[in-house]
């Protein structure tokens, strides 16, 4: 199994530009969600999903969108790049809701300029 | 509302010293709680839940609710152990996982 893959792993964006960070997950997970990680700030929740149609903001959500059209995808997308959105992205899956281990994709590493 | 307090931000301790990396939470429901760790150039993973009482890589923690704490400890550190360590908390309606700030961790020889 592959597990939580992100792609790309690193990008660079213009103030403005719009992109899309991918994230797919191979364990039939219903929970889904995306973080950020900044230096001194550790992981801040942006948005999550607890099944396929079902999205909720997190603790950061301006600036971004998400959808869960399929159990397995759940893109996050920068609407429009600000240099305060310069940080690395998680996303992570997990099969329910208690006590169960949340697995993390190797991340994305944005840049924007 | 859900809080996790790392207070430390790094901590440096010598090979063979014992560690100690602390954790406190807010919460006004039963807590389910997790320290999560990120070694170099890899991807955050799961390191112990307190709910399964493991010890793992020799860490362990033990959930305080009268202190509200969750600190992790490990007798004897190896350099094997530096990384960035992080305390997370799992509730909420629709049961979030919040994570603390992370510290630092590093084993000198």
């Known amino acids: 199994n592959a597990g939580v893959t992100q792609t790309p792993k690193f990008q660079v964006l213009k103030t403005g530009q719009s992109m899309t960070l991918q994230c797919a997950q191979d364990m039939n997970h219903e929970y889904m969600s995306w973080y950020r990680q900044d230096p001194g700030m550790g992981l801040r929740l942006i948005h999550y999903s607890v099944g396929a149609g079902i999205t909720d903001q997190g603790e950061v959500p301006n600036g971004y969108n998400v959808s869960r059209s399929t159990t397995e995808d759940f893109p996050l997308r920068l609407l429009s790049a600000a240099p305060s959105q310069t940080s690395v992205y998680f996303c992570a899956s997990s099969y329910g809701y208690r006590s169960t281990e949340a697995f993390f994709g190797q991340g994305t590493r944005l840049t924007v300029v | 509302a859900q809080r996790v307090t790392q207070p430390e931000k790094l901590l440096s301790v010598f090979k063979g010293a014992p560690v100690e990396l602390k954790c406190n939470y807010s919460?006004?429901?039963?807590?389910?709680l997790f320290w999560y760790v990120q070694y170099s150039r890899q991807r955050l993973q799961l390191l112990l839940r307190?709910?399964s009482r493991e010890s793992i890589k020799g860490f362990t923690a033990d959930l305080n609710k009268g202190e509200t704490s969750f600190h992790l400890k490990k007798p004897f550190a190896q350099e094997e152990d530096s990384a960035m360590y992080y305390c997370?908390?799992?509730?909420?309606?629709?049961?979030?996982?919040?994570f603390g700030k992370g510290t630092l961790l590093t084993v000198n020889p």
């Open positions: 919460y006004s429901g039963s807590p389910e």
């Open positions: 997370a908390l799992l509730g909420g309606s629709n049961y979030k996982l919040t």
């Open positions: 307190h709910i």
